[in-house]
């Protein structure tokens, strides 16, 4: 009882830190691993070699992976390219320009994964927004959420979907049928949303004679043959992505495979391609998942579900509506892949005490749109907001902890109540 009290005090003191950004979160992060050494809670085994409480090397080896290719990529052009073709294709309309930011992360993330995708995505927003003079945030912010949502749609679109796909048996095409018509709702709603959520910072239409002239994208491109040797690297990576259920390799061992291939047909130094590596936010995810780690191994997780399964029994209804809900708000303050780790075996009897099993159970899906949700709530709930905060402070850039909080929230909420009429719609009203 008392190392539980100890690890949560710990925790919440290092999430403070993280929020209110009296310190820099790497060192708030380390500083609450520390904390968990000193009271015996985190020893080398249960921070590099356990899976329910340790760096989940498999998100990191992705990420570093990822960072990699792209730092290759910059040295090309194409990032510019790209920033001028949104350029030119908005017309210079702030609105129309996050609409069409949005409608490719959402598009790109079920196919890549979110991080992968803001991964190759932030760099062009960070430059087209450069191009026209319009500030960052807002779109970096879109980004993110977009992403998460757009990546509920598939199975491989979010950490968590594998996650619970693994465990409840469930199916690519599964993913497809329960989870991507809500995925377009709420993609619909979230464009319309944007309007009012960024309506100070989409001001009047960009001139772009005045901002870019006449400049043609292709312009942009300085190494056209390195360009199109990494490109056909990046393809197979997507296909490899795509198919990684199916050839059973890890989407890290993928990422890697791809970098070392980029990495080779390019060139480059590594002085080049390790400058554009996010070192600090690899150092705040490995923080981050011991943190989280600890929580798991005092059993603080593991007894929150526990109760909230005492409490739901067998009704289905209830069960979907805490799952639902109680994801997106303990999410929202836990990174989402450790605590759907430690949630899933707690569901897995919630399931088992009910009347439906695997994809046509409502418990599943609202555990699903629970862990993938809630990762919109704050800067530090989901992978591909830590990374996008990662290159935007490298950028010059900076977005705040609640800068980014204050849209993810409201987002948040608006796509969970619309969740959970989805679930009562289709599994219970309909059934």
């Known amino acids: 009882m008392i190392l539980a009290s100890a690890a949560i005090s710990i925790f919440i003191v290092s999430y403070a830190l993280i929020a209110t950004e009296r310190v820099h979160r790497v060192a708030a992060a380390l500083g609450g691993v520390a904390a968990m050494v000193v009271i015996g809670l985190v020893d080398a085994g249960?921070?590099?070699?356990?899976?329910?409480?340790?760096i989940d090397w498999n998100v990191i080896f992705l990420l570093f992976g990822m960072m990699i290719i792209v730092g290759v990529l910059k040295q090309t052009g194409v990032f510019e390219f790209l920033a001028l073709w949104a350029a030119r294709t908005s017309g210079g309309h702030p609105y129309k320009l996050l609409v069409l930011l949005i409608l490719v992360s959402a598009a790109v993330a079920p196919i890549l994964d979110n991080v992968t995708c803001v991964l190759l995505v932030a760099p062009v927003t960070l430059s087209v927004c450069r191009q026209l003079g319009l500030p960052s945030a807002p779109y970096l912010i879109s980004l993110i959420l977009a992403s998460n949502i757009g990546g509920m749609s598939t199975l491989?679109?979010?950490?968590?979907?594998?996650?619970?796909?693994?465990?409840?048996?469930?199916?690519?095409?599964?993913?497809?049928?329960?989870?991507?018509?809500?995925?377009?709702?709420?993609?619909?709603?979230?464009?319309?949303?944007?309007?009012?959520?960024?309506?100070?910072?989409?001001?009047?239409?960009?001139?772009?004679?005045?901002?870019?002239?006449?400049?043609?994208?292709?312009?942009a491109i300085t190494n056209m043959r390195m360009l199109v040797r990494c490109l056909v690297v990046l393809a197979l990576v997507m296909v490899a992505f795509s198919l990684h259920t199916v050839l059973h390799v890890?989407?890290?061992?993928?990422?890697?495979?791809?970098?070392?291939?980029?990495?080779?047909?390019?060139?480059?130094?590594?002085?080049?391609?390790?400058?554009?590596?996010?070192?600090?936010?690899?150092?705040?995810?490995?923080?981050?998942?011991?943190?989280?780690?600890s929580l798991v191994e005092v059993g603080v997780i593991g007894r929150l579900g526990e109760l909230a399964a005492e409490a739901m029994g067998?009704?289905?209804?209830?069960?979907?509506?805490?799952?639902?809900?109680?994801?997106?708000?303990?999410?929202?303050?836990?990174?989402?892949?450790?605590?759907?780790?430690?949630?899933?075996?707690?569901?897995?009897?919630?399931?088992?005490?009910?009347?439906?099993?695997?994809?046509?159970?409502?418990?599943?899906?609202?555990?699903?749109?629970?862990?993938?949700?809630?990762?919109?709530?704050?800067?530090?709930?989901?992978?591909?907001?830590?990374?996008?905060?990662?290159?935007?402070?490298?950028?010059?850039?900076?977005?705040?902890?609640?800068?980014?909080?204050?849209?993810?929230?409201?987002?948040?909420?608006?796509?969970?109540?619309?969740?959970?009429g989805w679930v009562y719609l289709r599994y219970f009203l309909l059934a």
Do not use: C
Request: charge should be negative.
């Open 156 to 219: 491989i679109g979010d950490p968590p979907n594998i996650i619970i796909g693994s465990r409840a048996d469930l199916s690519f095409v599964d993913f497809l049928v329960h989870s991507l018509p809500l995925t377009v709702i709420l993609l619909v709603g979230f464009v319309v949303a944007a309007r009012w959520l960024f309506r100070k910072d989409l001001g009047a239409r960009v001139d772009l004679d005045n901002r870019i002239g006449d400049i043609h994208p292709r312009e």
């Open 314 to 420: 067998e009704q289905e209804l209830l069960a979907s509506t805490v799952l639902l809900f109680g994801s997106g708000v303990v999410g929202a303050f836990v990174d989402n892949i450790p605590y759907t780790t430690a949630m899933v075996p707690i569901v897995e009897d919630l399931v088992a005490a009910t009347p439906h099993e695997g994809a046509e159970s409502p418990l599943w899906w609202a555990f699903v749109f629970g862990a993938d949700l809630g990762g919109n709530a704050t800067a530090v709930a989901a992978g591909a907001n830590v990374v996008v905060l990662g290159i935007a402070a490298k950028a010059g850039e900076p977005i705040s902890f609640w800068q980014f909080t204050k849209y993810g929230v409201v987002v948040t909420a608006g796509t969970l109540l619309a969740a959970w």
């Open 46 to 54: 249960s921070a590099f070699y356990s899976h329910e409480t340790g």
């Open 250 to 293: 890890d989407p890290s061992m993928v990422a890697m495979m791809g970098a070392g291939a980029t990495v080779l047909v390019s060139g480059t130094t590594p002085e080049e391609f390790l400058e554009e590596v996010e070192w600090g936010t690899l150092a705040f995810f490995m923080a981050l998942f011991v943190l989280v780690g």
